[in-house]
């Protein structure tokens, strides 16, 4: 590790897009360029932002602004799409709900996963099975996401077409048995501002989402335009903020690229802490490998580090589980 990253850099991917369904695409140099710059960052941070993706910034607006509207509804409104265990961990969940390392998030959201057909991957899929629960107003909201949705799931398999490259493989070492009928999760969520309360001059600072590392391959968030919330743990344990770059995803790494990477590249830690006085609204979709794969270092990276696997295999679905499973209070 060279220097320790204070910011996290901008990548403009268009470059990659450009040639992304090309066998040859290593060759070209605009794709070498751009995979250069994925290499760095996923080494030095972890986190990188995106821009060039083609999604219009029209949408990414929208699906922030029918988020925001969703969670301006009454309690009782939004009880109706309650994420419990027997809606497989699918739909709201009110402030506090979620928890990370034993504390509270300052944080509402909904929750949405990829549909599985029951029996589809035996005991092991059957806690996440179920619908996505939308709400039933605005009607729109439902089709808006599902578009949404696939936009990222296109976008994300084309970045790790990139990444792909970076680690020293074919552009499709993500694809087939690993992740080409890849896994997603999409969290809607919303964090409360800070309001100074009456009875006390003692700031508040809320965690709105504690330290945590994301779980599968990739994730892509589209954060509020106004507010610098996120922020990430940086090598010598400070914390570096990923302010709004509007137009732009923040991706980063999750726990198992940074198995398959045998550790070249980190899912590094990040947390929330919305301490302006404006509800931010965030969406983060996430892109996972199959629901069942069995997740070990990829031999290209076990050479280009010690030659020896640095970690375990692991299978994503049971990892997923695992994760919900202790997510929540009820
Ligand atoms: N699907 C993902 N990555 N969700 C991220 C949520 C992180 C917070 C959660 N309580 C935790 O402790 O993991
Ligand atoms: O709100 C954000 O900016 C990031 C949320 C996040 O890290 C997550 O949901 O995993
Ligand atoms: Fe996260």
Redesign the pocket.
């Known amino acids: 590790m060279a220097t320790d990253f204070k910011s996290i850099p901008i990548i403009d991917i268009g470059p990659l897009l450009a040639k992304c369904d090309d066998p040859k695409m290593g060759q070209d140099s605009g794709v070498a360029q751009v995979v250069k710059q994925l290499d760095q960052a996923c080494k030095e941070a972890g986190f990188f932002y995106v821009k060039g993706h083609g999604i219009p910034e029209t949408l990414l607006k929208q699906v922030k602004n029918l988020t925001r509207k969703f969670f301006e509804l009454p309690y009782e409104e939004k009880l109706k799409i309650k994420m419990t265990a027997d809606s497989g961990y699918r739909g709201y969940q009110r402030i506090g709900e979620n928890i990370t390392k034993g504390v509270p998030d300052m944080h509402e959201a909904i929750d949405c996963y990829k549909e599985l057909k029951p029996g589809m991957y035996g005991d092991l899929g059957k806690p996440m099975e179920g619908c996505n629960q939308w709400p039933i107003k605005p009607t729109n909201f439902k089709m808006l996401m599902e578009e949404y949705v696939s936009l990222c799931t296109e976008l994300s398999r084309n970045i790790m077409r990139g990444i792909a490259l970076a680690l020293g493989g074919s552009p499709y070492e993500f694809e087939g048995e690993r992740a080409g009928n890849a896994f997603w999760v999409m969290?809607l969520?919303g964090y409360p501002g800070v309001h100074s309360a009456n009875d006390s001059d003692i700031p508040k600072e809320d965690i709105?989402?504690g330290a945590?590392t994301?779980y599968g391959l990739l994730?892509l968030?589209n954060?509020d335009d106004d507010i610098t919330?996120?922020q990430v743990r940086n090598h010598s344990g400070e914390w570096i903020s990923a302010p709004p770059v509007p137009g732009t995803f923040v991706c980063n790494i999750g726990d198992m690229l940074k198995i398959y990477s045998n550790g070249l590249y980190e899912s590094t830690l990040?947390q929330?802490i919305n301490s302006s006085p404006k509800y931010r609204v965030?969406v983060?979709y996430f892109y996972e490998t199959n629901f069942d794969t069995a997740v070990e270092p990829l031999d290209i990276c076990k050479e280009r580090t010690t030659g020896a696997k640095k970690f375990e295999r692991a299978v994503y679905g049971e990892h997923l589980v695992k994760k919900v499973q202790t997510n929540f209070v009820y």
């Open positions: 969290r969520i709105g989402c945590h994301d994730t968030v954060q919330a996120l990040h929330v965030c983060a």
